[in-house]
């Protein structure tokens, strides 16, 4: 089955240290995006990569970090000099606009969603 | 920026009765506006997609319908279950290239039998 996946599912972190945060996907998708989600908010943008090798900053990319080394892989660590780590993350894909053939399916902006890491920190 | 408002939660509903969720949106240019739903502790899912104006998503009874003049993307479904019960976020997508999704803050649903 195709699908993004997202690993582990609950992390604990101690202050002060690195923790990354996988993300894989066998969609064939081009583009990925990191998200946080903090309890009564809606979901923020951390990172985003549209090709391999290749990212961009989102809103809120202080203390983050990440590598786009693979198609299939977008890792995001979660650094020490993020004040405020402890949140819900989630990662997405989809296949940017342009690039989804011909016809009514040619505009694919549409993300599809892995099922999310909750990290905490101690 | 771009910008999505939608109504505050929380919403309870018994079962059988009509929904609507009201998002409305600020956006330069010609955004795709979306609904997805989150069922605890899970990621998003697409509920449904509008991509131009007057464009009608729907899907799983739930229907929504791009409105450029009102510059909104309701979220109407007739009669809810209590497997709905849920939080549902709408969002647009920035065109300019990146395709960046901007989310609305979501709304709770809870559907008692």
């Known amino acids: 089955d195709g699908g993004i996946t997202q690993s582990p599912k609950y992390l604990f972190r101690k202050e002060g240290q690195n923790v990354t945060l996988s993300c894989e996907q066998n969609l064939n998708h081009d583009a990925m995006y990191w998200y946080r989600q903090d309890p009564g908010q809606g979901l923020r943008l951390i990172y985003y990569s549209q090709i391999v090798n290749d990212f961009q900053k989102g809103d809120i990319a202080e203390g983050y970090s990440v590598s786009r080394e693979k198609k299939e892989s977008f890792p995001l660590t979660v650094t020490s000099a993020q004040k405020n780590p402890t949140a819900f993350y989630l990662c997405?894909?989809?296949?940017?606009?342009?690039?989804?053939?011909?016809?009514?399916?040619?505009?694919?902006?549409?993300?599809?969603f892995g099922p999310g890491t909750r990290l905490t920190v101690l | 920026g771009d910008s999505v408002t939608q109504m505050e939660g929380p919403v309870t509903l018994s079962e059988e009765a009509f929904l609507t969720i009201n998002c409305t949106y600020t956006?330069?240019?010609?955004?795709?506006l979306f609904w997805y739903v989150q069922y605890p502790g899970e990621g998003l899912q697409l509920l449904l997609k509008?991509?131009?104006?007057?464009d009608k998503g729907s899907n799983k009874g739930f229907e929504a319908t791009y409105r450029k003049e009102t510059t909104s993307f309701h979220l109407e479904k007739g009669s809810v279950q209590v497997s709905d019960s849920a939080v549902y976020f709408c969002?647009?997508?920035?065109?300019?290239?990146?395709?960046?999704?901007?989310f609305g803050k979501g709304t709770k649903l809870t559907v008692n039998p």
């Open positions: 997405a894909s989809s296949i940017p606009p342009g690039q989804g053939g011909r016809g009514a399916n040619r505009r694919t902006d549409t993300q599809y």
């Open positions: 956006a330069t240019g010609y955004p795709s």
């Open positions: 509008a991509t131009k104006a007057d």
């Open positions: 969002a647009l997508s920035d065109r300019g290239g990146s395709e960046k999704l901007v």
